[in-house]
Nanobody
Framework: QVQLVESGGGLVQAGGSLRLSCTAYRSLFSPNTMGWYRQAPGKQRELVAI???????TYADSVKGRFTISRDNAKNTVYLEMNSLKPEDTAVYYC??????????WGQGTQVTVSS
C-alpha cells in the first residue's frame, strides 16, 4: 500500500508564505502525476496544482503566480511553495499521487490557516 505523508501546514498571516511537502512511501512506487488539492469547510475538494513526472505543471487560476509546485523524482516527493497567502486559501490541503495505470492515492491532509 502506498502511503503519502504530508508536512508543512500551519497558521500564517495574510501575505505570508508556507511550504508543503509530501513523500510517497512504497518500494518501487513511481508516481506519474503528483499534486495538491484543498477542501475548505462547506466546499468541495478542488485542484490546487499538479505536476507530471516530466515536470509539466497545471495550476488553479486562483493560485497562479502565487503558488509553485515542484517535485524530486528520486525522493518521490512533491512540494508546494505558497506565497502571498490570502484568507481564502484557508483549507485542508491533500497530497495526491497517481501511478501509470491510473491508481489514485491520497494523503491524510494538512491544515493551512491564513489569518486576515
Amino acid at each position: 500500500q502506498v502511503q503519502l505523508v504530508e508536512s508543512g501546514g500551519g497558521l500564517v498571516q495574510a501575505g505570508g508564505s508556507l511550504r508543503l511537502s509530501c513523500t510517497a512511501y512504497r518500494s518501487l512506487f513511481s508516481p506519474n502525476t503528483m499534486g495538491w488539492y484543498r477542501q475548505a469547510p462547506g466546499k468541495q475538494r478542488e485542484l490546487v496544482a499538479i505536476i507530471t513526472r516530466g515536470r509539466t505543471t497545471t495550476y488553479a487560476d486562483s493560485v497562479k503566480g502565487r503558488f509553485t509546485i515542484s517535485r524530486d523524482n528520486a525522493k518521490n516527493t512533491v512540494y508546494l511553495e505558497m506565497n502571498s497567502l490570502k484568507p481564502e486559501d484557508t483549507a485542508v490541503y491533500y497530497c495526491h499521487a497517481e501511478n501509470a495505470i491510473g491508481n489514485n492515492y491520497w494523503g491524510q491532509g494538512t491544515q493551512v490557516t491564513v489569518s486576515s
